[in-house]
C-alpha cells in the first residue's frame, strides 16, 4: 500500500515536499504526475541501491530521496513553476529496464495520488 500526502497549493517560486508512505519498499520507488488532460508522466525515481533518475523537465529542482527505516518516500520541489500543477502519484515496481525507469507502464503499484497547484 502506498499513501502520499503533503501536496497543496504554493505560489510559483516556492517549495513543498512530497510523502509517500509505503507498507514496504519495491526496488524501484517513483513519483509521477498526471496534469488535466496529459499523460501520466514520470518525474523520478529511486533504486534499491539510492540511484536516482529524474526527468529532464525537474532536475536541479526537484530531489527524491527515501528513508528505509521509516518506509517513506520524499519528494522535494523547489522553484516551483505553473506547469507542475498536477496529480502526483508514487509507485512502485519490482524491477525496471534502466531506459524505461520513469515509464508509468514499468510500475505495478501505485498510490491514489496527492493534488500540487502551483499558481
Known amino acids: 500500500q502506498l499513501v502520499e500526502s503533503g501536496g497543496g497549493s504554493v505560489r510559483a517560486g516556492g517549495s513543498l515536499t512530497l510523502y509517500c508512505a509505503a507498507s514496504?519498499?519495491?526496488?524501484?520507488m517513483g513519483w509521477f504526475r498526471q496534469g488535466p488532460g496529459d499523460r501520466r508522466e514520470g518525474v523520478a525515481c529511486i533504486g534499491s541501491d539510492g540511484s536516482t533518475s529524474y526527468a529532464d523537465s525537474v532536475k536541479g529542482r526537484f530531489t527524491i530521496s527515501k528513508d528505509n527505516a521509516k518506509n517513506t518516500l520524499y519528494l522535494e520541489m523547489n522553484s516551483l513553476k505553473t506547469e507542475d500543477t498536477a496529480v502526483y502519484y508514487c509507485?512502485?515496481?519490482?524491477?525496471?529496464?534502466?531506459?524505461?525507469?520513469?515509464?508509468?507502464?514499468?510500475?505495478?503499484?501505485w498510490g491514489q495520488g496527492t493534488q500540487v497547484t502551483v499558481s
Open positions: 509507485a512502485g515496481a519490482n524491477w525496471v529496464r534502466r531506459d524505461r525507469a520513469l515509464s508509468a507502464d514499468e510500475y505495478r503499484y
Open positions: 514496504r519498499f519495491f526496488p524501484c
